[in-house]
């Protein structure tokens, strides 16, 4: 991994007063570069050939570069024209998987908003649930022997896919069946967790290290498809229906009951004080813990999305719980682009940028 003083050696030959906001041209770039123009940053996006368009339509970017795929961004030469711009790249779920975590640890010289090393602690689902357990958190049953399946559950794959490819299975043969279909091969590839029947929450945070502060700025549920359509026939077509599939194809607002919000912020408060523990500085800025709120009111968390999620599109003008905090329209986007504004201001900005 490049070390955290490589990265900072390249920060401190950045023009504080020109500092440009920068992100992949997908999932949370619209949010983000809107967040920046509120803050009064220049913004840059990337865009992948054919979907300049979007992004000119809207207007929000300063500046736009094309690349034929997103792997060109770990470019040395196209690196150098980023650090030339003073950028501070903003992750997010398809930043992550289209350049993976691994090559964004070791390759990526440009600097970054948030701690690079989170990315190995959300990829990894073994790492992910070492340190939910280190939180406190309340986990779902994982089966490390399929012959063991005794209920129903879901088999997960690694990485920011937006729930493509997770299958159920509810006992051994099941999975086998499914196994075969998919050819899976070893454990590595997969986790088997147990199903949780209850209300999807999906709380969005932030954690300031500059003020030592955690913010709930807002919450969702995913539509996923084909699931969730499916609920909808299977009293019609209980005998014909497909394989459910759980793609994410977009995002509802919800507001929890209010008795249940000191629980939510301690889930948060967990998870950050967890990853300082594990890896130093621990995590910074957006995320998300993925939740279940079953009938008797525990919360079972089955992932933690450690940037900036899909479901905070949302909220580009605010949420229940952000106007609640601030004066103006808050988005975990326009959030962002003020942390590293306070940095600058402060002269902090090493402290949450790596």
Same mark, same amino acid.
């Given at each position: 991994?490049?070390? #955290?003083? *490589?990265?900072?050696?390249?920060l401190?030959?950045y023009?504080?007063d020109e ?8 999932h ?6 809107? @967040? ?12 992948? #050939?054919?979907?300049e368009?979007?992004?000119r ?5 300063? *500046?736009? &570069?094309?690349? %034929?795929?997103?792997?060109? +961004? ?21 930043? +992550?998987e ?15 908003f ?10 990894? =689902? ?42 159920l ?15 899976? =091969?070893?454990? @590595?590839?997969?986790t ?16 300031s ?5 955690? *913010?709930?700025l807002?919450?969702?549920? =995913? ?19 497909? *394989?459910?599939?759980?793609? +994410?194809? @977009?995002?509802l607002? +919800? ?5 249940? &919000? ?7 408060? #967990? ?5 300082? %523990? ?7 800025g957006?995320?998300?813990? %993925? ?7 525990a ?13 905070t ?11 609640? &905090? ?13 942390e ?15």
């Amino acid at each position: 991994m490049l070390h #955290r003083k *490589e990265i900072h050696h390249i920060l401190d030959g950045y023009a504080r007063d020109e500092i440009t906001i920068a992100t992949i041209g997908s999932h949370t770039a619209l949010q983000i570069l809107k @967040g920046a123009r509120d803050e009064g940053f220049k913004s840059l996006v990337i865009c992948k #050939r054919g979907t300049e368009e979007v992004y000119r339509q809207f207007g929000l970017a300063d *500046e736009l &570069l094309t690349v %034929e795929n997103f792997e060109q +961004v770990l470019e040395k030469s196209f690196q150098e024209q980023l650090i030339k711009r003073n950028a501070i790249l903003i992750p997010h779920g398809s930043f +992550v998987e289209y350049l993976s975590p691994v090559r964004i640890e070791n390759e990526l010289f440009v600097p970054m908003f948030g701690n690079r090393a989170v990315l190995d602690w959300e990829a990894d =689902r073994g790492k992910e649930r070492e340190w939910m357990e280190r939180a406190e958190l309340r986990l779902p049953v994982e089966f490390n022997d399929p012959a063991d399946i005794d209920r129903l559950v879901m088999v997960k794959f690694p990485g920011a896919k937006g729930g493509r490819g997770y299958i159920l299975a509810s006992n051994h043969d099941e999975f086998e069946q499914k196994r075969k279909k998919l050819e899976l =091969r070893d454990k @590595g590839e997969f986790t088997i967790q147990e199903y949780v029947v209850g209300t999807r929450f999906y709380p969005h945070y932030f954690y300031s290290p500059l003020k030592d502060k955690l *913010e709930l700025l807002s919450m969702d549920i =995913r539509y996923e498809s084909n699931i969730d359509g499916i609920a909808r026939l299977s009293y019609i077509l209980r005998d014909s229906l497909p *394989e459910p599939s759980f793609v +994410v194809t @977009g995002n509802l607002p +919800v507001v929890i009951r209010e008795s249940l &919000l000191p629980r939510v912020l301690e889930m948060g408060r #967990r998870v950050i004080t967890a990853s300082q %523990e594990m890896f130093s500085p621990g995590l910074i800025g957006p995320f998300c813990i %993925e939740t279940v709120c079953t009938e008797d009111l525990a919360f079972i968390a089955f992932e933690i999305s450690a940037r900036i999620v899909a479901g905070t599109n949302l909220y580009i003008s605010g949420s229940p719980y952000s106007q609640l &905090l601030y004066d103006v329209p808050m988005s975990t986007g326009r959030r962002i682009a003020r942390e590293v504004k306070e940095a600058i201001k402060g002269d902090l900005l090493k402290e949450v940028v790596y």
